[in-house]
């Protein structure tokens, strides 16, 4: 017997297209894993309504499960409560900064420049290269560079 | 038909038509940003389209999906407003269409994330979230036009003028919200929240009000606007040539 943990390793493989450093459990996409007598039940909320990520989150997740040669596995998304960006773990947003992406803040964070550091810079679009990003460039070292914006 | 059927494709078709007018936009914008917001703008309508497709369908138990719903209707079985249907124009047009649509439904999604049923209201949350984003784009651009250059001022207030006729549709009813009490919203109710948002914005944008003007289509029931013939022609030309075709 598969244990709930071991499900949630197997589907926390699996990782954000478009952010590829990015597990769906660092994401907070990965909501729940329960076994139940139908079978594992795995379920899953997105990010932004139109992301085109889910579907390749989906079928990502069901070849992990079928690799992992589990079956029996339903996926369910799940819409409420609505995802948050609150929900992103601090291993994820280190990696995003990593990344060269800067990470959604509590309101009493600074907005870094994920390069140099710098405090210092300027909004340039509140829509980027995907639904979860607004465009920065940093004022010091000159880098334009995407922030995983704060959803809540 | 089930009124909570035709409400969700009231819902879904506004967005889904929207969306198609901004994908319009892409790598025709006037900058690399600006193309890249009106997409994404128009990802997040397809998104919560497709939401309410899927609802409706399953609402209606007749086993259409979102594509049967979204390619396989003819015009008079859209119920989206005419508003949204109008060819983009300029980007002052696109604008002026945006921020009257973004002022009704961000307090829309809001009210509707309190509706009793309990699918709505999940639709809902997510969904006004997302929407705070957009009314902030439309109204920055409306103020950024209004107050910018001569010329940009003149096509922005021209603009407005232009799309104004087709504003009192947001508003319109009839028996399938009423039928709907505590499920869904009377856009009536959003009146007030909209004028304070539109008139604030024009205000700001240093622009004047336009005068009430109103058209006699209904969106709601099914009677367009020209414009909405071509869209769905496009949209809907290969999956009605290619019914099975699968990605």
């Known amino acids: 017997m598969v244990s709930e943990q071991a499900v949630w390793d197997v589907a926390a493989s699996v990782v954000d297209p478009e952010i590829p450093v990015l597990s769906i459990a660092d994401l907070g996409v990965l909501r729940e894993v329960t076994i139940g007598d139908e079978g594992i039940d795995v379920v899953i909320t997105p990010t932004y309504s139109g992301c085109p990520a889910m579907d390749q989150i989906r079928d990502d997740l069901a070849i992990a499960f079928s690799r992992a040669g589990l079956t029996d596995v339903t996926i369910t998304t799940r819409l409420a409560p609505a995802w948050t960006t609150e929900w992103m773990t601090d291993a994820g947003k280190r990696k995003l900064t990593a990344f060269g992406i800067a990470p959604p803040r509590s309101p009493s964070e600074p907005m870094l420049c994920p390069r140099c550091r710098s405090g210092s810079t300027t909004l340039v679009s509140e829509f980027g290269s995907t639904a979860c990003k607004a465009l920065r460039v940093c004022d010091e070292c000159a880098e334009p560079f995407g922030h995983f914006k704060e959803l809540i | 038909m089930k009124p909570l059927f035709v409400y969700l494709l009231r819902l879904g078709d506004d967005r889904l038509i929207l969306s198609h007018r901004l ?225």
């Open chain 2, 23 to 247: 994908a319009e936009w892409s790598s025709r914008a006037p900058d690399l940003e600006e193309d890249i917001a009106l997409t994404n703008i128009g990802l997040d309508l397809l998104g919560h389209a497709r939401s309410l497709y899927q609802y409706a369908g399953a609402v209606e138990g007749a086993g259409r999906g979102e594509d049967q719903l979204a390619f396989h209707r003819d015009e008079r079985e859209f119920f989206n407003l005419v508003l949204v249907e109008q060819p983009n124009g300029s980007f002052a047009d696109t604008i002026a269409r945006q921020f009257l649509f973004d002022a009704f439904q961000l307090p829309q999604w809001r009210e509707l994330a309190g509706s009793t049923d309990e699918q709505l209201a999940a639709i809902a949350a997510k969904a006004e979230k997302e929407a705070q984003y957009h009314l902030r784009h439309s109204r920055a651009w409306l103020v950024r036009l209004g107050d910018g250059t001569e010329r940009s001022r003149h096509l922005m207030q021209k603009a407005l003028i232009r799309v104004w006729r087709y504003a009192e549709e947001l508003f319109w009813s009839d028996e399938v919200e009423e039928a709907l009490a505590g499920i869904a919203v009377v856009p009536e109710s959003l009146r007030d929240e909209w004028t304070s948002t539109v008139t604030s914005g024009i205000a700001e944008a240093g622009l004047e009000l336009p005068a009430t003007a109103s058209t006699r289509l209904s969106g709601r029931t099914g009677i367009h606007s020209e414009p909405l013939g071509r869209i769905l022609a496009e949209m809907q030309y290969l999956p009605r040539m290619h019914p099975e075709a699968v990605w």
